[in-house]
């Protein structure tokens, strides 16, 4: 008699999501970022409100959207404010922003616009 091996469902393993930009004025990343990492409440991480649901919406050339994606339960695992500087090098600063979750899903009732 053969052994027949099985593979069943189990824990699901969803990878980190990175997201690079160049630096604007903006600050939400960086304050969502320091959620997880603000000791300035008496020395305890202040972790009110650092799970988001959010949604990654992809444009094309023509700035139109094309997809988009929920992601749910999201929190920041690393946030880069700048990227290396160097007056050397002939190119624009980068913000970075590791994203942890708990799950995605693609939105269907978003379609590529027709040519």
């Not at 699901?12 to 999501?17: K, L």
């Not at 094309?60 to 695992?77: G, M, N, Q």
């Amino acid at each position: 008699m053969a052994t027949l091996t099985r593979k069943l469902p189990g824990l699901t393993h969803y990878h980190t999501i990175t997201l690079e930009a160049g630096i604007t004025c903006d600050p939400t990343f960086e304050e969502w970022a320091n959620l997880v990492s603000d000791f300035s409440q008496q020395g305890k991480t202040n972790l009110k409100n650092f799970r988001k649901d959010l949604a990654i919406d992809l444009f094309d050339e023509e700035d139109r959207l094309v997809k988009r994606y929920l992601v749910y339960r999201a929190w920041v695992s690393e946030y880069v404010a700048l990227d290396d500087l160097d007056s050397n090098v002939n190119r624009i600063a980068i913000t970075k922003i590791t994203i942890e979750n708990e799950g995605w899903e693609r939105n269907r009732s978003v379609s590529p616009p027709e040519e």
